[in-house]
């Protein structure tokens, strides 16, 4: 069992004794003159020896005070290496946490961007689709799905959830597809996906979309995206996830009809975290790289839903 008197105590006598100056440890304690010679005194009559031998114009280390002085400095410095170094390696990583395929199809292939502008932070990205308990995980931030007003946490708006029907170019040639009606005779993904029945009632097609017991069910718009690319069918999926695979041509976004609800992606961190550096920079640049995006349109899908929707 450790003897050891009260930190605050031992803190006072110490700075006292590098300084032999009750007045300059004050200061740099914080404290005062007053409050340094009150903590010194109770560490003296814990120890039942004088640490310091008091005149009236000065104090100085008597030989018990000298003896202690450089192990209990020594002692301080070992905490402060000890936990310099848990701070050095906390602030040379940062740890995200997000959904498979916002990680998969929008964060990763810009991830390098981020490393050659801050080469000094490792980034550790984990995908999940539970969402993180920053008082239990060990993560620096998040990307979050939901409609925001999360207690304690910082939020940023990325942009909203939304989706189309998309399919491959051999798909397409295979089935000509010229009206959202010619979707409900071609195989499509995940059929009983919440999101076909929203879009087809935004394409004015009553009854659609509901449970069909058939199709292929897959349970991340990244395994819809390979099939869909594949030629297994028509996925519903977000344009801003899939658009280097528009561009090339693995894609063909059907029609211009694109569902848009009210979750959105959020960029998260706890509160007391807002002025780490690594959280700084990288807040600053994925909202950059999201404005980049936004200038292409369309607005609705960059623009906050309305708190009262």
Known sequence: MRHIPPLQAVRAFEAAARHENFTSAAAELGMTQAAVSYQIRLLEERLGVPLFVRSKRRVTLSDAGRKAAPLVSGAFDTLSDAF?????????????????????NWLAPRLGGFQIARPELAVRLHTAGALVDFARDEFDLAVRSGVGGWPGLKQHFLFRLHTTPMCSPDFLERYPLSAPEDLLRVPRLSPDDPWWKLWFSEAGIDGAGQPTGRGIRLDT???????????????????NMWRNELSAGRLVQLFPLVVIEGPSY?????????NQAKIRAFRDWILAEVAAQAAAGPDEIFTPPDPAS
């Open 266 to 274: 959020w960029l998260v961190y706890p509160e007391h975290k807002r």
């Open 221 to 239: 718009q990244v395994a819809e995206g390979m099939a869909a690319i594949a030629g297994q069918g028509v996925g519903m999926l977000s344009p």
């Open 84 to 104: 310099g170094a848990l701070i050095a390696e906390d602030e040379a990583v940062l740890s995200i946490s997000t959904t498979q395929t916002f990680a998969a």
